[in-house]
């Protein structure tokens, strides 16, 4: 885990704790950058589930035809 993020990297405008934005520039934070890590990845995840259940029951429905 970084440490947590005070200043923005872009213009280096102190940061509002918690902001996933800089209010000056409005340059996305690490910390929002890693969120959108994150969502990505269980969505992705989540798409492999679907895809998973669809061959399942594609699977199920040939063995019982
Ligand atoms: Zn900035």
Redesign the pocket.
Known sequence: MAAVQTA??????ELVPDSAY??????RTQRARRLVRVALRVEVVFFLLVVAMVVAFILVYAVQK
């Open positions: 923005c990297e872009k213009c280096g405008a800089c209010e000056r520039c409005g340059t």
